[in-house]
């Protein structure tokens, strides 16, 4: 039911992230929702539930945005990675983190983003619009970013919960 949990949620994260910030202006700002879940499943979860999603979802965000294959999931995969590392010197329930990680995760981001710009384009200037973008999408996770991830939890926590209900008692 795990696995079903977060297909549900990769999926709603993937539809949304490739189709309502074309459509709606509010969104334009927007940063990348599925970071919030690699970063949930980077603290919380074991590296058995969290890989698969990652590279799977990180393929499908690539094969759906229109943008150079394989940069969202050398995003997704260098986060998670990082983030399983952090987690050797870091206490993963001090929620006062949860900030810092996310907005470091969209500057990490957006840095892959203007890399991979730069190296097809390498005479390319950054555009001035880019950096109102990055700036709100920063202000942006600082606030939702904790909110949503302890939200991911907390659901699973639920549904864990819900689920043992079912199981039968061995004596």
Partial sequence: ??????????????VFQTTLPMHFAMFGGMYDLFLLFVIYLGFY????????????FGLAMDALSGGPFGLYLTSYFWLYVSILGMIGFMRVGNNMIL??????????????FLGTMTLFVPEAKIPV??????????LFSVITGPILI?????????LEKWLKTFQPEYR
């Fill in 129 to 138: 619009f880019l950096y109102r973008n990055v700036l709100t999408q920063v």
């Fill in 99 to 112: 900030p810092l990680v996310v907005v470091g995760s969209i500057l990490f981001q957006n840095i892959i």
């Fill in 1 to 14: 039911m795990t696995y079903f949990l977060y297909t549900v949620v990769c999926l709603l994260g993937v």
């Fill in 150 to 158: 302890l939200l991911f939890h907390r659901a699973h926590v639920v």
């Fill in 45 to 56: 979860r074991t590296i058995r539930e969290g890989f698969p999603f990652v590279i799977f």
